[in-house]
């Protein structure tokens, strides 16, 4: 089961989620989202320990994270 989804349509791409990530598995995708924007990605899921600092980083509600 994936640990972290991103809704791309509200994501804009500020990467804030990425700065913040402690395990530093977050990146930013190649592709373009509806509104113009490169979403965040998960990089590597098996380092990911679920602990949603990334959702609550970001000022969009753009990522839940499952633990």
Do not use: Q, Y
Request: net charge positive.
């Amino acid at each position: 089961m994936s640990k972290w989804v991103i809704k791309e349509e509200l994501c804009k791409g500020c990467g804030i989620c990425i700065f913040r990530c402690p395990m530093k598995v977050l990146g930013v995708a190649e592709h373009l989202t509806v509104k113009g924007f490169h979403p965040a990605k998960m990089l590597n899921e098996d380092k990911c320990t679920s602990c949603a600092v990334c959702g609550r980083s970001c000022p969009d509600i753009a990522i839940e994270v499952f633990r």
